[in-house]
């Protein structure tokens, strides 16, 4: 039986309507609406149309949105001193720096420099570590998002085998931490991995993120399977994921489109991240 195909896109609206529905209470309550800093240097094209894309979903939902677009050959001192301003300022609760950065910039130095409680791309350090401990205040926004399509498709996460194709510090790394405090038994396959089609055919919960067009063959999947397709890529026939999406859809029990599964949900998760972030500016007691 051909699978149920998983609608980030319905997802993701939901989960910006709760967000919105939670910013009317933090307006009336405390007076309080919540900012999102996002820095843009150079002119990259996609990079502009994500830095679009999160300023529309920041109307959407009630948010304040602040851009700040810097010059290509901005210097390493002058974007620090940006994020310091913005750790500073109490209107802005979250930042997000886009990337990649110019070649010139050290994006980690940029990333250790955001204030963690401020850092709704969850890739600080001290966030990393939060969600290593089980405390994850603000997971990054893709993997949070994998996690909500499988809880909302009801996939079954407790005891399930859930493997993860790929080993970033953006997606397949915080994703395997995610899975885990969900009890799954996690895998995490690479590159290295022998027998990648033996290890993702034990897969309850199949996760790939690897950048490489329909590299998970039907074979690769398990009959009943949930299966998670994180991969965008751009090729002669469009855009195709890194799942072979017609073959896999015949063992699935539910799996993601590309586009229309996962790219939907980074947002709708930074959203989250942005609203939680605020929402821990005030005292425990008022939240
Ligand atoms: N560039 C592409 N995706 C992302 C993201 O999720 N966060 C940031 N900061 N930059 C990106």
Do not use: W
Request: aromatic fraction near 2%; proline fraction near 6%.
């Amino acid at each position: 039986m051909a699978a149920e195909i998983i609608d980030g896109k319905q997802i993701s609206a939901d989960i910006r309507a709760e967000v919105a529905a939670e910013v009317k209470k933090l307006k009336s309550k405390h007076g309080l609406t919540p900012g999102l800093a996002v820095v843009l240097v150079g002119e990259d094209p996609a990079s502009q149309v994500y830095v679009r894309n999160k300023e529309s979903a920041c109307a959407e939902v009630g948010f304040n949105s602040f851009k700040f677009e810097l010059p290509a050959d901005t210097s390493q001192e002058k974007l620090m001193d940006l994020v310091y301003e913005l750790n500073n300022r109490d209107d802005i609760h979250g930042i997000l720096v886009q990337l990649p950065l110019p070649s010139q910039l050290d994006s980690a130095e940029v990333l250790l420099a955001i204030e963690p409680n401020k850092d709704v791309d969850g890739f600080h350090p001290v966030n990393v570590g939060r969600l290593a401990v089980g405390q994850a205040t603000m997971p990054p926004c893709t993997p949070a998002g994998c996690v909500e399509l499988l809880k909302r498709s009801g996939a079954r996460l407790e005891g399930a085998n859930a493997v993860i194709v790929g080993r970033s510090n953006i997606v397949g790394k915080p994703a395997a931490l995610l899975l885990l405090a969900e009890n799954c038994t996690v895998t995490i396959a690479h590159s290295k991995t022998r027998d990648l089609a033996g290890v993702c055919r034990g897969a309850d919960v199949l996760v790939a993120a690897v950048g490489v067009p329909k590299m998970i063959t039907g074979d690769m999947v398990k009959e009943g399977a949930t299966v998670i397709d994180v991969g965008i890529n751009r090729t002669d026939e469009g855009l195709v994921g890194d799942v072979d999406f017609e073959a896999a859809r015949e063992k699935a029990r539910a799996i993601t489109p590309v586009p229309g599964g996962v790219g939907p949900m980074t947002i709708a998760m930074l959203m989250k991240n942005t609203l939680k972030a605020t929402q821990m500016t005030l005292p425990a007691q008022a939240r």
